[in-house]
T-cell receptor, first 116, second 112 residues
Framework: EPEVTQTPSHQVTQMGQEVILRCVPISNHLYFYWYRQILGQKVEFLVSFYNNEISEKSEIFDDQFSVERPDGSNFTLKIRSTKLEDSAMYFC??????????????FGEGSWLTVV | DAKTTQPNSMESNEEEPVHLPCNHSTISGTDYIHWYRQLPSQGPEYVIHGLTSNVNNRMASLAIAEDRKSSTLILHRATLRDAAVYYCILLPIYNQGGKLIFGQGTELSVKP
């Protein structure tokens, strides 16, 4: 079964450093997303991306965050200057089209980011 | 965004059916009811969704009340692998971009 893959599975970084989390969405999917989950808390929406631009973003997704689809297969989340509170599990997801009656969102296994 | 209410936790015995309830009294006519689950240390996983009629798939069944203000996810025979947090999420039919709003969900534990 096709799956969303994410790298790295775990990254430790120093506060203030830039981090890039990488994702390979399912190949025929058109919508791409990033969510995050701080330890012990809810899964939170960060951003959705369609047709090479951001469709929607949450309040969490401030100027420190950016997303990019640098080629036909990868989808990345960049955090420019990490803060301690950015420590979380980051999930990439993709879907074939709008999340309407016929479609579902497929999530990756996550990238665990620890900022020290 | 329409809200859902779920019990914080439930317990089940292995190989017994499990009924996970969800209240969504402010649901609108164009909201689909989606269920996702999150196994320990994994990403969320789609389980099932429906609009008005009951739905079945290989993982579970979804029973939707006639007034649509509540629904129940049914796992017919719980296995240890079904231990997870289950999320009931309302998704407008015209929701472009897949903005799933996760609540706290119901943490299901399964006893051998």
């Amino acid at each position: 079964e096709p799956e969303v893959t994410q790298t790295p599975s775990h990254q430790v970084t120093q506060m203030g450093q830039e981090v890039i989390l990488r994702c390979v969405p399912i190949s025929n999917h058109l919508y791409f997303y990033w969510y995050r989950q701080i330890l012990g808390q809810k899964v939170e929406f960060l951003v959705s991306f369609y047709n090479n631009e951001i469709s929607e973003k949450s309040e969490i997704f401030d100027d420190q965050f950016s997303v990019e689809r640098p080629d036909g297969s990868n989808f990345t989340l960049k955090i420019r200057s990490t803060k301690l509170e950015d420590s979380a599990m980051y999930f990439c997801a993709s879907s074939e089209m709008y999340t309407t009656s016929g479609n579902t969102i497929y999530f990756g296994e996550g990238s665990w980011l620890t900022v020290v | 965004d329409a809200k859902t209410t779920q019990p914080n936790s439930m317990e089940s015995n292995e190989e017994e059916p499990v009924h996970l309830p969800c209240n969504h009294s402010t649901i609108s006519g164009t909201d689909y009811i989606h269920w996702y689950r999150q196994l320990p240390s994994q990403g969320p996983e789609y389980v099932i969704h429906g609009l008005t009629s009951n739905v079945n798939n290989r993982m579970a069944s979804l029973a939707i009340a006639e007034d649509r203000k509540s629904s129940t996810l049914i796992l017919h025979r719980a296995t240890l692998r079904d231990a997870a947090v289950y999320y009931c999420i309302l998704l407008p039919i015209y929701n472009q971009g897949g903005k799933l709003i996760f609540g706290q969900g119901t943490e299901l534990s399964v006893k051998p």
